[in-house]
């Protein structure tokens, strides 16, 4: 991340932070924070720590837009899950695992409208996702490695550090920092809010196969998800 990259993250941030009427001296109590602690951060002495900003997300800052500049659009499989009313990270996984299923089910039935070569791409990425929303316990930069199917040196080069932090980084003995979400949006698509809350998504592959269905197929779609995320609650009462 050059400078006047970072520099405009921290224009973003306090933007952010002024707009809620807060001074330093506030944010460094809702932080647990030294005032000169917040001082360094805002200056860029100090890097923002994923900690940091997902106290700020709680608190209502649109972190993918602070971090980039841009607000995240969602596509077709974005607003489905929101339309379900999907109300926690464990349901949206869950319901993801689904679609998954169910696109893996409709891309069969759309073989004839894909070509040839993004037929089979995008067969081994819904197994590859499908693969990682089964492995709960590992690390969100791990799945983010194992979706791209990357060495742990590749994506260390892909996301700009040393191999000896990025390994730390996957086995989760160190947090990701701000630069590290920089490089993940920019070299993956990969949304900070998404990689902050340590779940991963890959909506830019999904909403391509969603796009080569037809209206019935979608259609279909929709109702099994619905239905799905009625059991789903179903089994939580």
């Known amino acids: ?34 005032q000169a602690q917040v001082c360094r951060l805002e200056s860029g002495r100090n890097r923002y720590q994923a900690e940091t900003l997902k ?12 971090i980039t500049g841009e607000h995240r659009r969602a596509g077709a499989i974005e607003i489905l899950i929101e339309q379900n ?10 319901l993801m695992r689904l679609i998954v299923w169910l696109l893996q089910a409709g891309l069969d039935q759309a ?19 499908g693969q990682v929303l089964d492995d709960r316990e590992d690390t969100v930069i791990y799945k983010l490695r194992s979706i791209h199917a990357l060495s742990q040196i590749e994506m260390s080069e892909k996301l700009e550090i040393g191999i000896k932090k990025y390994r ?29 809350s340590g779940h991963i998504e890959n909506f830019n592959i999904l909403n391509e196969i969603w796009s ?10 929709t109702q099994i998800t619905k239905m799905g995320l009625e059991l789903l609650k179903g089994a939580d009462v």
């Open 168 to 196: 730390k980084l996957e086995r989760g003995e160190t947090d990701i920092d701000i630069e590290l979400i920089w490089n993940a949006y920019r070299k993956f698509h990969c949304s900070p809010s998404y990689l902050l």
């Open 212 to 221: 080569y269905l037809d209206e019935t197929c979608r259609y279909r779609i």
């Open 111 to 129: 073989a004839d409208e894909v070509p040839e070569e993004k037929l089979e791409y995008y067969k081994k990425e819904l197994r590859q996702l």
């Open 55 to 66: 106290e700020f997300a709680r608190q209502g800052m649109d972190i993918d837009y602070v």
């Open 85 to 94: 009313g999907v109300t926690s990270w464990e349901e949206r996984e869950q």
């Open 1 to 34: 991340m050059r400078e006047n990259e970072y520099q405009q993250v921290l224009d973003r941030i306090v933007q952010f932070r002024k707009q809620m009427g807060k001074t330093q001296v506030d944010i460094s109590k809702d932080m647990n924070l030294s």
